[in-house]
């Protein structure tokens, strides 16, 4: 069965610093994996999603992450986080007839 | 700016009441999801549908939760009746890869 760990619970990182968020999938055949981000009392934004090609995928508000099959990892990164970009971060993988699985999330604070 | 819509966005309501969860999914797309969000289980798909289908409700209480979609601009979730465990937030998603959010519809019931 398809499964998403997010190791995280919460990170916190003061800003103008670099962020890495981590997430680890399980899935037997080629995944399809996202990265969504959850503002409080929002739904679920896109941030960034990977098929196949180019395992370093660019994403919106500068954020990209990088596929790495060998280690079944999709990792999120931002070179200098912003205030603004405290919030949930939810990895998912997609499974059998367009289902998304989620991980439990991670949740960002930004120190100003 | 396509959205997927929701209402309501907010319920409050006594167990035993009916609840009815409305979605308009994005124009064009054809397979709509539902999923609840709680603190203890994270994000669980309920319930999706193509071309208006039920494909996979097994996420879905089925004594008490009901998904349709009456027609390709409408999706419906329903709760009868209601309990305290069901309090949590509801997303209604649309498309494939990706698959677009709604803002969701935070329940409670008392």
């Known amino acids: 069965a398809q499964s998403v760990t997010q190791p995280d619970i919460h990170i916190t990182v003061s800003e103008g610093a670099s962020l890495e968020l981590r997430c680890n999938y399980s899935?037997?055949?080629?995944?399809?994996l996202f990265w969504y981000v959850q503002s409080p009392g929002q739904g679920l934004q896109l941030l960034l999603k990977y098929f196949s090609g180019d395992t370093l995928v660019q994403g919106i508000k500068g954020f990209e992450a990088e596929f790495k099959r060998s280690q079944s990892s999709f990792n999120l990164r931002k070179p200098s986080v912003h205030w603004s970009d405290a919030a949930e971060y939810f990895c998912a993988v997609g499974a059998g007839g367009n289902k998304l699985v989620f991980g439990a999330g991670t949740i960002l604070r930004v120190k100003s | 700016d396509a959205r997927v819509t929701q209402t309501p966005r907010h319920k409050v309501t006594e167990m035993g009441q009916e609840v009815t969860m409305r979605c308009q999914p994005i124009l064009g797309h054809n397979t709509v999801f539902w999923y609840r969000q709680t603190m203890m289980q994270g994000l669980e798909l309920l319930a999706y549908f193509r071309n208006r289908a039920p494909l996979d409700d097994s996420g879905m209480p089925k004594d008490r939760f009901s998904a349709e979609m009456p027609d390709a601009t409408l999706a419906t979730l329903k709760i009868q009746p209601s309990e305290p465990r069901d309090s949590a937030v509801y997303f209604c998603?649309?498309?494939?890869?990706?698959?677009?959010f709604g803002p969701g519809t935070r329940l409670t019931v008392t």
């Open positions: 998603a649309s498309g494939t890869r990706p698959v677009y």
């Open positions: 899935y037997g055949a080629t995944p399809y």
